[in-house]
């Protein structure tokens, strides 16, 4: 099974960001684990957990967007929510269907995918206002 290499992750100018992106990396490994060797149990809550993850890590950065007035708040939060509307579903269709080729996939592919591209574009702008903002 592979596993994501945390130092793959990029960082960015706010800590917080930085240990929350370090932490959905974690979780998204335990949820590889679980989809290789894990009870479909495991699976579904190691998929909860990451879906939590990022409902909380979202409003921490959508708050400090806030914060600061960034003007392409809509824009970041909009990414936010379909991704997690996203998510949602594709717990869901475990639920119905526990394919976890369709899963493994889904994570390999498209979240990790998003992630990265997420962090290397809105998150790093977001940052970089932020600190600037701040300073
Ligand atoms: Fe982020
Ligand atoms: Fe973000």
Redesign the pocket.
Known sequence: MTQIDAEAIPTVAIDF?NE??QEAVELLNLLLEALAEGTEGEVTSSLQNFYVHNRE?FAR?EEQMLRVNFPPYGCHKGEHDRVLAEIKQVIERWETDTDRAALLQYINGTVLDWFMN??NTM?TVTAMFISQQSA
């Open positions: 960001m929350d992106h890590h950065e997420h962090i998150d």
